[in-house]
């Protein structure tokens, strides 16, 4: 076989992109927020552990959120930030059982804050993807009045559950 | 005042690093293990919550141990892993109170592998940092002692208790 065959060389260019986008492509939520592909590289805002809800949390920001909770300045929270919540059933560890740990991936969702574009929904874009395969949550742009609806509780801390987990060594003058 | 002094010079060099040390020293452990200053930009495996211990916890790992994780090549876990665990008090959320989240930092605690290095404790080297000062853990290098007690239910595992959560999409072929 000629290794340098120009029909095996167009094959190799093109699976590549090929391979990319299966992996990658994630279906926009339906107010066109999109998937933050490299969301689980961000780093830690918090975690929690919904009893009620029987899930368990790790809360996420991008680097303007990351920034803002470090200074302590969350309220508000500043245009750009994104906070994503990565959301598992609860489960015991499998050696130390009162250990509840994160067992079936249930969803991951995310909040992005701008102000004059999402001030309908207090500031704030709300998306959420479903299951392994990522599937958009919602059918049309309503979806985030259910969002917006739970988080009325919190309408005062900026619309945001979270409180920053304490990280030391604090920063000078904390 | 002359601006070029060379007392003053020589103090403003000096400042620089008296503040940067103030900042960022903490005492290594009793094994010699420094304090990793970057864990909390490290990325995350997964949570937990110690219903036994009253305590919320994030598994961060360094990039070998991250890398390891998305391959689900971590029994054994590769030499150059560093897992950090970061504990904190466990409490009602605020405005939700079902929702368990971390209310103030216990102590951050990392297991770094070499299989030769910490032959004598199974291959990993311990340390902890305790309360917001990072005071270090334990008198004596015997303090690893204890760490290797609490693991020995999840010797078969690398003597690791923590499962990486999943963070989808998967990569091709999971």
């Given at each position: ?31 066109g ?89 207090g ?52």
């Amino acid at each position: 076989m000629n290794r340098f065959s120009p029909l095996l060389a167009g094959a190799a260019l093109l699976s590549t992109p090929l391979l990319v986008s299966a992996e990658t492509a994630v279906a926009p939520a339906p107010n066109g927020i999109e998937f933050p592909a490299d969301y689980r590289d961000w780093k830690v805002i918090s975690v929690s552990h919904r009893t009620d809800h029987h899930s368990m949390r790790v809360i996420l920001g991008n680097e303007i959120a990351i920034a803002a909770a470090r200074r302590g300045e969350t309220l508000p929270w500043p245009d750009g930030t994104i906070l994503g919540k990565v959301v598992w059933k609860e489960g015991a560890e499998p050696d130390w059982a009162p250990a509840i740990a994160p067992q079936a991936f249930i969803h991951v969702e995310f909040m992005e804050k701008d102000s004059k574009k999402w001030a309908e929904t207090g500031g704030w874009g709300y998306a959420r993807w479903v299951g392994s395969d990522l599937k958009p949550y919602g059918n049309d742009t309503n979806f985030a009045l259910e969002c917006v609806g739970c988080h009325t509780p919190v309408k005062g801390r900026d619309w945001v559950f979270t409180t920053p987990a304490t990280f030391p060594p604090l920063p000078a003058g904390h």
